[in-house]
């Protein structure tokens, strides 16, 4: 009987094993066979998603009066970007060799998203409206150009900071994109992002340093200035060694006197001052704008050391380690022109679907104040002295103190500059202006690298985007 019941026990055992068993296998298959489905589905639904994008036309780039300068074309599969002129825009605008692909660069880059991203019922991207107007884009790359260097320029709305125009060079063609365009663009001196190469100022940041006088009240101090000085173990020398006598701000702004400038610079402002006023004009920061990154040095690699005296000097008359692209040049001139208030310069306008009136909009920029950098009277009074400084120059090229654009007579203010580069380069050259020099109306700032030439040299080129800004004007 117990031996019934033992083998009984051992039956049940045996069949309850192979039961569970079954159970067991069951749901591991139900487990396998779901998660093969559930895999299946999720790749099935991301190359539906990947065929759908691939439909989508990347979206235009258009300028401030709606005309398109760069659009995306299919070749099968693969997209590329044609501009309405292949050289003016490319190094502003972007380049980019298709959706996630590595070679992308400025608003392709930045705005990726936007330009893939379709509106319901539609296949094409959104349209990005910039502030730059196509002929003055142009017409400024046209006269930069003919310098056969590697250079740069920008317009600006002086009152909104609203970029009308900024070219580079050298530039690439972005319609016949070469496999070694890269390689070539760095054998001709140039940079995919030049914003983030910046480069000597020399005079222009003297800018900065007339507002550190003329807040000190040191505007009526004045310099014996026999064109040189010895600082320590260096020696500050004006250009050509001219030499100016007694010279107070005025004299000193107006012939960019290196040893009145060195000389206030070490003896009133030092270091602190000089650091305090950069950091008041943003220089030595990474400015992230709706184009790209911005970025200028104040110190070298951003590491601060203590400056000796000399080197107070040379700061002050933008060398030493004082660093600017052509945006932080304009926004020099553009605080000065407006009161003392720095505006946050912008390239982008909106970001839109569709056309006319069905226009949906992602985005629509408003001015924006960056910050008061000084005080009314403070920009007033250097905007009177780089009127005269102006007026000087244009008499000089012209034999008047005034152009004729938008259809009067005005003057221009504006700093010249000669940075030395050191080495066997040459000259960094520069001019940033406001005009009409009484009520300032645009900015102009331009530079051209490794020159054998002084900054004054580009006063015609200015003279001639003015006239050409102010046409509309007539």
Same mark, same amino acid.
């Given at each position: 009987?117990?031996?019934?019941?033992?083998?009984?026990?051992?039956?049940?055992?045996?069949?309850t094993?192979?039961? #569970?068993?079954?159970?067991i296998?069951?749901?591991?298959w139900?487990?396998?066979?779901?998660?093969?489905?559930d895999?299946?589905?999720?790749?099935?639904?991301e190359?539906k998603?990947?065929?759908?994008?691939?439909?989508?036309?990347?979206?235009?780039?258009?300028?401030?009066?709606?005309?398109v300068?760069?659009?995306?074309?299919?070749?099968?599969?693969?997209?590329?970007i044609?501009?309405?002129?292949?050289?003016?825009?490319?190094l502003f605008?972007?380049?980019?060799?298709?959706?996630?692909?590595p070679?992308t660069?400025?608003?392709?880059?930045?705005?990726?998203?936007?330009?893939?991203?379709?509106?319901?019922?539609?296949k094409?991207?959104?349209?990005?409206?910039?502030?730059?107007?196509s002929?003055?884009?142009?017409?400024a790359?046209?006269?930069?150009?003919?310098?056969?260097?590697?250079g740069?320029v920008?317009?600006?709305?002086?009152?909104?900071?609203?970029?009308?125009?900024?070219?580079?060079?050298?530039?690439?063609?972005g319609?016949e994109l070469?496999?070694?365009?890269k390689?070539?663009?760095?054998?001709?001196?140039?940079?995919?992002?030049?914003?983030?190469?910046?480069?000597?100022?020399?005079?222009?940041?003297?800018?900065?340093?007339?507002?550190?006088i003329?807040?000190?009240?040191?505007?009526q101090?004045t310099?014996?200035?026999?064109?040189?000085?010895t600082?320590?173990?260096?020696?500050?020398?004006?250009?050509?060694?001219a030499?100016y006598g007694?010279?107070s701000?005025l004299?000193g702004?107006?012939?960019?006197?290196?040893?009145?400038?060195?000389?206030?610079?070490?003896?009133?402002?030092k270091?602190?001052?000089l650091?305090?006023?950069?950091?008041?004009?943003?220089?030595?920061?990474?400015l992230?704008?709706d184009?790209?990154t911005?970025?200028?040095?104040?110190? #070298?690699?951003?590491k601060k050391?203590?400056?000796?005296?000399?080197?107070?000097?040379w700061?002050?008359?933008?060398q030493?380690?004082?660093?600017?692209?052509?945006v932080?040049?304009?926004?020099?001139?553009?605080?000065?022109?407006?009161?003392?208030?720095m505006?946050?310069?912008?390239?982008?306008?909106?970001?839109?679907?569709?056309?006319?009136?069905?226009k949906t909009y992602?985005?629509?920029?408003?001015?924006?104040?960056?910050?008061?950098?000084?005080?009314?009277?403070?920009a007033?009074?250097?905007?009177?002295?780089?009127?005269t400084t102006g007026?000087?120059?244009?008499?000089?090229?012209?034999?008047?103190?005034?152009?004729n654009a938008?259809?009067?007579?005005?003057?221009?203010?504006?700093?010249?500059?000669?940075?030395e580069?050191?080495?066997?380069?040459?000259?960094?050259?520069w001019i940033?202006?406001?005009?009409?020099?009484?009520?300032?109306?645009?900015?102009?700032?331009?530079n051209?690298?490794?020159?054998?030439k002084?900054?004054?040299?580009?006063?015609?080129?200015?003279?001639?985007?003015?006239k050409?800004t102010?046409?509309?004007?007539?």
């Amino acid at each position: 009987m117990k031996d019934y019941r033992t083998k009984r026990i051992q039956i049940v055992s045996i069949f309850t094993l192979l039961l #569970a068993g079954g159970l067991i296998v069951s749901i591991l298959w139900s487990t396998v066979s779901n998660t093969d489905y559930d895999q299946q589905y999720a790749r099935n639904q991301e190359k539906k998603m990947i065929d759908e994008n691939e439909d989508i036309l990347c979206g235009d780039i258009v300028d401030t009066n709606g005309k398109v300068i760069a659009s995306a074309k299919k070749d099968g599969k693969k997209q590329t970007i044609q501009y309405e002129d292949p050289y003016a825009y490319t190094l502003f605008v972007g380049l980019t060799n298709g959706k996630d692909s590595p070679e992308t660069y400025g608003l392709y880059e930045m705005y990726q998203n936007d330009l893939y991203e379709s509106a319901e019922g539609q296949k094409k991207g959104a349209t990005i409206q910039m502030s730059i107007d196509s002929a003055l884009q142009k017409y400024a790359y046209y006269l930069l150009s003919e310098q056969k260097k590697r250079g740069s320029v920008i317009i600006m709305e002086a009152k909104t900071g609203k970029i009308k125009a900024c070219a580079f060079t050298p530039s690439v063609n972005g319609n016949e994109l070469s496999d070694d365009w890269k390689e070539k663009l760095k054998e001709d001196g140039g940079y995919i992002k030049p914003l983030l190469n910046p480069v000597v100022p020399g005079s222009i940041y003297k800018i900065t340093t007339s507002v550190g006088i003329l807040e000190q009240g040191l505007d009526q101090k004045t310099v014996n200035d026999q064109g040189s000085i010895t600082i320590g173990k260096g020696t500050l020398k004006n250009s050509g060694m001219a030499a100016y006598g007694p010279v107070s701000l005025l004299g000193g702004f107006l012939h960019s006197s290196n040893v009145y400038f060195g000389t206030m610079g070490k003896d009133y402002l030092k270091q602190a001052k000089l650091e305090e006023l950069a950091d008041r004009f943003l220089i030595g920061k990474n400015l992230k704008l709706d184009f790209g990154t911005v970025s200028s040095q104040f110190y #070298a690699n951003n590491k601060k050391v203590t400056f000796s005296d000399i080197q107070n000097a040379w700061t002050a008359i933008g060398q030493n380690e004082v660093r600017l692209t052509i945006v932080n040049a304009a926004m020099l001139a553009q605080t000065i022109a407006n009161d003392g208030v720095m505006m946050k310069p912008y390239a982008v306008e909106s970001i839109y679907h569709g056309e006319g009136s069905s226009k949906t909009y992602a985005r629509k920029t408003k001015q924006q104040q960056y910050k008061t950098v000084t005080n009314q009277e403070v920009a007033d009074r250097l905007q009177n002295i780089m009127k005269t400084t102006g007026e000087y120059y244009t008499n000089q090229l012209t034999g008047k103190s005034t152009i004729n654009a938008g259809g009067k007579d005005i003057s221009i203010g504006l700093k010249t500059g000669t940075g030395e580069i050191g080495g066997n380069k040459k000259n960094s050259i520069w001019i940033t202006s406001m005009a009409p020099a009484d009520d300032p109306e645009y900015v102009i700032a331009m530079n051209i690298y490794d020159s054998d030439k002084a900054g004054k040299s580009l006063l015609g080129d200015i003279i001639s985007l003015y006239k050409e800004t102010m046409k509309e004007g007539e």
